[in-house]
């Protein structure tokens, strides 16, 4: 990462380079493609995102600039950006095939280097002039989409994944909390992981709220999705389950 603000600062000296984070799990796509999803939007328009999760980097893989929103990302075309497709309109999506904004040489290993963090850097410089610049325009439709990121609602239950595992073992499900207002209202609320079995149908509002019982429980999680947590524990190794778990969210109480 050093080495790609080094080319960044060298093209646009003034940029304010901004690390969201850099413990994304090797090749976990999905992880980051989530972890963008939940920082992008507080970021001012017109900011630069230049984001490498790249597993399939020197392949057939497209290497993209996206103006979407208020904002504009360069990156892999590997599902990387499946929630901003899902969530904003897209202005425009390009190839990068425009030499002119690559480094000289490029590598079948570092395109992070070689062809990202230039079209960033480039961009941030006057994005509406050197935007459509950088290569053929793309049809965002065609752009590639991660399967099953959403949740979908039958009566009662909704159907689900595990989005995201955090640092402290926090899980993160795919429904939206704008999905389950009635979370704190209604009598039952229950998660069911599908493989195992496993319940989770204790409430809280906060980590700090009721005893410290090592019990999972359903939580509103900041990022704006329902999550299941323990206590000063580990909610992940307690239900021994990870990334991309299937559940069912119920209030019927059945």
């Given amino acids: 990462m050093g080495v790609m603000k080094g080319v960044i600062a060298g093209i646009t000296p003034d940029t304010l380079m901004i690390d969201i984070t850099h413990d ?14 939940c920082s992008y939007r507080y970021f001012p328009a017109g900011t630069v995102f230049v984001c490498v999760v790249d597993p399939g980097v020197g392949s057939s893989r497209g290497a993209i600039a ?27 999506a390009v190839e990068l095939a425009n030499p002119a ?38 049809e965002p439709a065609t752009l590639i989409t991660l399967p099953g990121i959403g949740a979908r609602r039958f009566g009662s239950s909704i159907e689900a994944h595990i989005l995201h595992v955090d640092n402290f073992g926090n899980l993160i499900t795919s429904i939206p909390l704008s999905m389950v207002p009635e979370l704190f209202t209604t009598e039952h609320a229950v998660v069911t992981f599908l493989a195992t079995g496993a319940r989770v149908d204790q409430r809280r509002r906060f980590f700090a709220d009721g005893e410290e019982d ?34 069912t969210f119920d209030t019927s109480g059945r």
């Fill in 24 to 37: 994304v799990a090797p090749q976990n796509v999905a992880s980051a493609a989530w972890i963008l999803a």
């Fill in 101 to 138: 904004y690559r480094l000289p040489q490029v590598s079948s290993t570092f395109h992070g280097r070689d062809i990202f963090a230039p079209a960033g850097a480039y961009l941030a410089g006057n994005a509406s002039e050197v935007f459509p610049k950088l290569g053929p325009a793309l």
């Fill in 66 to 92: 996206l103006h979407a929103g208020d904002w504009f990302f360069v990156g892999p075309d590997n599902g990387l950006f499946s929630y901003v497709l899902n969530e904003q309109t897209v202005h425009g």
């Fill in 214 to 247: 090592g019990r999972p429980f359903l939580y509103g999680d900041s990022s704006g999705y329902l999550g299941i947590a323990v206590r000063n524990g580990n909610a992940a190794r307690t239900l021994n389950v990870g990334y991309g778990a299937a559940i």
